[in-house]
């Protein structure tokens, strides 16, 4: 069973960074484009950041460039999402997601995490 599990969520002062880590498993997701995406309280959810399989392309949405980095860990089926800077914002939950193709849309993506929350005070 396919199963992605993000971590590293929590409450930090606006300026503060953070870093968000997924585990995915049960399936070969080291092949996959390993995604983050968003979603505030009456908001839609919205693309963050991806990397593709190899870890040689990222993308940003325009909000978090510059102050956002994706990586990947060696073993491929692990993303992080490293936030500095942060702004209340950014206030969120975050979620980690995986897509057979590299994308900002929120359709391309089949596998879903269940979340976790980011919360920046001002």
């Known amino acids: 069973q396919e199963q992605l599990v993000e971590s590293g969520g929590g409450l930090v002062q606006a300026g503060g960074s953070l870093r968000l880590s997924c585990t995915a498993s049960?399936?070969?997701?080291?092949?996959?484009?390993l995604g983050w995406f968003r979603q505030a309280p009456g908001k839609e959810r919205e693309f963050v950041a991806a990397?593709?399989?190899?870890?040689?392309?990222?993308y940003y949405a325009d909000s978090v460039k510059g102050r956002g980095t994706i990586s990947r860990g060696s073993a491929k089926n692990t993303v992080y999402l490293q936030m500095n800077s942060l702004k209340p914002e950014d206030t969120a939950t975050y979620y980690c997601?995986?897509?057979?193709?590299?994308?900002?849309?929120?359709?391309?993506?089949?596998?879903w995490g269940q979340g976790t929350q980011v919360t920046v005070s001002s």
């Open positions: 049960g399936r070969a997701f080291g092949s996959y484009v």
């Open positions: 997601a995986a897509s057979e193709t590299p994308s900002q849309s929120r359709s391309d993506y089949n596998y």
């Open positions: 990397i593709n399989w190899s870890g040689t392309s990222t």
